[in-house]
């Protein structure tokens, strides 16, 4: 991170382009070779590095422009994992969540474990390297977390004759993703973030209960699913030194209308917050379903905190003077030398469901950069 006080950051994915969009829909109608999707690929990352680095971003992504999605994007890499539209995997005990929650899952397809799981290419490192050559800014590498990987690409009829239950899984996923954090490490990236909305859904648990439903894993309390999340984050660092590690919790991200998403605060959660062993906290605080800052009042967390500042699903552009009060709401309970301040999550964590356009992602963080001077100003 850089060395001042109230860093910026972003949580990984940015809007693509329209062109960007308009090229793989050809690549994928089988009219545009390749290589020239690639060169694509390659310029919408060039952009998304400039625009950042334009609005005043600190910490840069490479805007996960490559990806499918945030998670899709592990069946992209490695063939240990297939993508496979959730409608195919339907049950009827699933059916029934969809219909009462009214969920748009046509939409979502999961990395589904068709093979042992083995770490066969880079995850990310190589998308880190790459940024790398065209900014002298930290680069951050968003790379999925093990209990929402496992919580999605699980699935009793197609996994089960490679891992019998998901806990026969935990080795060898946190094993992949420990060696993608090493590879990271290698590539010079300044932060991992492992995203785990998975446990952000804990405070509700109706998606949960879908996910566990879809992919036929039987857990006989709900509640296991708490133990097992700090689990799978502290065997997936574990032994790993020299870079900083995060884990980003939120409570959905793929539709702009807020009445599916889960609701409340992160008391529902402390205990497995508080025992991960990782430097950083990525956490929701814009929007008012993710509570307000008294649980860790009362739980004090000593690490560094990534302080959502920025709605992005509400297309309204904050001010700087209200996000500089959210910041310095949050400095008497985090400390002000911990905080960096980011959006709530990635303004685009899926390709077909962008949370809002490009201009009004870039001009939330030129207001997250604004409010990031006034605070150094008046705090120096
Ligand atoms: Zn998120």
């Known amino acids: 991170m850089p060395n001042t006080l109230f860093p910026t950051s972003v949580v990984g994915s940015l809007p693509r382009p329209e062109w960007l969009l308009e090229a793989i ?4 109608a089988g009219e545009l070779p390749e290589s020239q999707l690639k060169e694509y690929y390659d310029e919408a990352v060039v952009l998304a590095i400039k625009q950042q680095e334009t609005t005043g971003v600190d910490e840069v992504s490479d805007g996960e422009q490559r990806r499918f999605s945030f998670l899709a994007f592990v069946a992209e890499r490695i063939p240990s994992f297939k993508l496979i539209p959730t409608t195919e995997l339907m049950t009827k005990e699933a059916e029934q969540y969809v219909k009462s929650m009214n969920l748009h899952v046509g939409v979502i397809s999961n990395p589904i474990i068709v093979g042992k799981i083995k770490r066969t290419a880079p995850l990310v490192a190589g998308e880190v390297a790459f940024a790398k050559r065209y900014t002298d800014k930290p680069v951050m590498a968003p790379l999925i977390g093990p209990l929402t990987l496992l919580i999605n690409s699980w699935n009793r009829d197609r996994s089960g004759s490679f891992y019998k239950t998901p806990e026969d899984a935990f080795g060898d996923l946190t094993a992949m993703l420990r060696e993608e954090i090493l590879a990271l490490k290698e590539a010079g990236a300044s932060f991992v973030q ?23 894993w039987k857990l006989g309390d709900l509640g296991e699913l708490h133990k097992i999340a700090a689990e799978l984050i502290n065997r997936t660092v574990k032994g790993v030194s020299g870079i900083e590690v995060g884990v980003h919790i939120c409570r959905g991200n793929w539709r702009s209308d807020e009445q599916h998403y889960s609701d409340g605060g992160y008391e529902k959660m402390i205990d497995e917050i508080l025992e991960m062993k990782v430097r950083r906290l990525v956490l929701e605080y ?16 000593h690490g560094e905190i990534g302080l959502g500042v920025i709605d992005v699903k509400d297309p309204r552009v904050e001010t700087p003077q209200e996000i500089v009060k959210r ?27 962008p949370v809002v356009n490009r201009q009004i992602a870039y001009a939330k963080l030129s207001a997250q950069t604004a409010a990031a001077k006034m605070l150094r100003k008046k705090h120096a």
Request: one cysteine or more; proline letters at 6%; a negative charge.
């Open 286 to 301: 814009a929007t008012k379903r993710a509570g307000t800052y008294k649980v860790f009042r009362e739980h004090p967390w």
């Open 327 to 353: 910041v310095e709401e949050a400095s008497r309970v985090f400390g002000e030398e911990n905080i960096v301040l980011n959006p709530d999550c990635g303004f685009a964590s899926g390709r077909p469901w």
């Open 194 to 216: 492992l995203d785990e909305p998975a446990v952000g859904n804990f405070v509700d648990f109706r998606y949960t209960r879908w996910l566990l439903a879809l992919n036929g």
């Open 25 to 28: 829909a050809k690549f994928e």
